[in-house]
Each structure stands twice: as structure tokens, then as C-alpha cells.
């Protein structure tokens, strides 16, 4: 065999072993990218869950005050009922799919817009606001729209920092072999009309 066979042959396994290299090392920093971005939608479904397990008792609580506004305690329960209509595919699958995405963060807004209701209507019942089993609701409830908002914000940013790596040249080619494993994730976008101050009237 002539040097120069033997040169070419060595320079492409030289090529063949940097391009394995390269492709080991993007998919496997694609893989810990997006299971960053997993565990944290872990996060967000806990957050949502530990509110739907307190509204129960929020509801019974205000039942039980003499002429509290039935149909504002029955719009918190419809839209809790409404959160639990929306089926999200297990893994990656709830984050990737715009449309289930989208469904799942109106459900949860129309939840978060009849419980704010609720507790604008409270300020009508005194006896609600000394009621020690609704204060004690209340304030769980407003901690964990407080962590729901912390955790759809760390969401976001795990989910842009894996978008950017995915789109970004060469590591766009290497996601492209893997199709459908490494999609784009959606990102949790503020309600409907929420960058218009509301009008203060006197």
C-alpha cells in the first residue's frame, strides 16, 4: 500500500472519528437538555395539581356562608372540571404539541380568572374574611399562584435555552436525524389582554 493510500485512508478515519465525536457529544448534550426542560414541566404540573387539590375545600368553605353567590363558587368548580378535561401526552409529548399546549394553558387560566373572582367577591362576606379555615385556604392559594407563576418562568427559560441549542447551526442538522425526539417546546405566554392595565374608576 503507497503512502498516500495510507495517508488518505488514516485522514478519513481522522474525519469519521471527529464526526462521531461531534454527533455523540450534541445529541447527548440535545438529551440533557430536554430533560431539564421535562423535570421542570414536572414542576408546573405539581404546582397546577397542588391548586386543584385545594380548591375543593375553598368551595365547601364558601357553600357554607349564608347567601354567598352560588354561581361564583360553580364557575370555580366548572373550570377546575375543565382543567381536568384536558388529556396531556405523557413526556415530551405535552410540551411539543402547540395545540394541547395552548388548550392546557387556557384551562388553567380560566381556572386562575374564576378563582380571582372568588376571592374579589370574599370582600363582600365578613364572615368569610374571619373565618380561620377560608384564611388559612386563601393564603395556601395565594402561595401557590405565586410558585405556579415561579415555576411556568423557570419553565420558559429551560425551555428557550433548549429551543436556542436545537436551532442553532450544526446542532439543528444533528436534531434533524433524530426527528421527532428533539422538537421545538412551547413556552406558557401571558393571558389575554394582560398587557392592558386595568381602568381604576371612582
Same mark, same amino acid.
Given at each position: 500500500m503507497s503512502r498516500g493510500l495510507?495517508?488518505?485512508l488514516v485522514a478519513i478515519v481522522v474525519v469519521a472519528v471527529i464526526c462521531g465525536i461531534f454527533l455523540a457529544s450534541t445529541y447527548n448534550n440535545l438529551v440533557a437538555l430536554s430533560q431539564a426542560v421535562d423535570a421542570q414541566w414536572a414542576q408546573v404540573e405539581?404546582?397546577?395539581q397542588r391548586r386543584a387539590d385545594l380548591i375543593p375545600n375553598l368551595v365547601e368553605t364558601v357553600k357554607g356562608?349564608?347567601?354567598?353567590?352560588?354561581?361564583?363558587?360553580i364557575a370555580v368548580a366548572d373550570a377546575r372540571a375543565k382543567v381536568g378535561q384536558v388529556n396531556l401526552p405523557p413526556g415530551a409529548g405535552a410540551t411539543t404539541d402547540a395545540a394541547t399546549f395552548q388548550k392546557f394553558q387556557a384551562?388553567?387560566?380560566?381556572?386562575?380568572s374564576a378563582l380571582t373572582h372568588l376571592l374579589a367577591v370574599v370582600e363582600n362576606y365578613p364572615q368569610l374574611k374571619a373565618n380561620e379555615n377560608f384564611l388559612e385556604l386563601q393564603s395556601q392559594l395565594e402561595g401557590t399562584e405565586? $410558585?405556579?407563576?415561579?415555576? $411556568?418562568? $423557570?419553565?420558559?427559560?429551560?425551555?428557550?435555552?433548549?429551543?436556542?441549542a436545537r436551532q442553532s447551526f450544526p446542532t439543528v442538522l444533528v436534531a434533524g436525524i433524530f426527528g421527532d425526539q428533539f422538537k421545538q417546546r412551547?413556552?406558557?405566554k401571558a393571558q389575554p389582554g394582560a398587557q392592558t392595565a386595568p381602568q381604576v374608576k371612582f
Amino acid at each position: 500500500m503507497s503512502r498516500g493510500l495510507l495517508g488518505c485512508l488514516v485522514a478519513i478515519v481522522v474525519v469519521a472519528v471527529i464526526c462521531g465525536i461531534f454527533l455523540a457529544s450534541t445529541y447527548n448534550n440535545l438529551v440533557a437538555l430536554s430533560q431539564a426542560v421535562d423535570a421542570q414541566w414536572a414542576q408546573v404540573e405539581n404546582v397546577y395539581q397542588r391548586r386543584a387539590d385545594l380548591i375543593p375545600n375553598l368551595v365547601e368553605t364558601v357553600k357554607g356562608v349564608a347567601n354567598f353567590e352560588k354561581s361564583t363558587y360553580i364557575a370555580v368548580a366548572d373550570a377546575r372540571a375543565k382543567v381536568g378535561q384536558v388529556n396531556l401526552p405523557p413526556g415530551a409529548g405535552a410540551t411539543t404539541d402547540a395545540a394541547t399546549f395552548q388548550k392546557f394553558q387556557a384551562a388553567q387560566d380560566g381556572l386562575s380568572s374564576a378563582l380571582t373572582h372568588l376571592l374579589a367577591v370574599v370582600e363582600n362576606y365578613p364572615q368569610l374574611k374571619a373565618n380561620e379555615n377560608f384564611l388559612e385556604l386563601q393564603s395556601q392559594l395565594e402561595g401557590t399562584e405565586n $410558585r405556579i407563576a415561579v415555576e $411556568r418562568m $423557570r419553565y420558559n427559560q429551560v425551555a428557550q435555552t433548549f429551543n436556542t441549542a436545537r436551532q442553532s447551526f450544526p446542532t439543528v442538522l444533528v436534531a434533524g436525524i433524530f426527528g421527532d425526539q428533539f422538537k421545538q417546546r412551547e413556552y406558557f405566554k401571558a393571558q389575554p389582554g394582560a398587557q392592558t392595565a386595568p381602568q381604576v374608576k371612582f
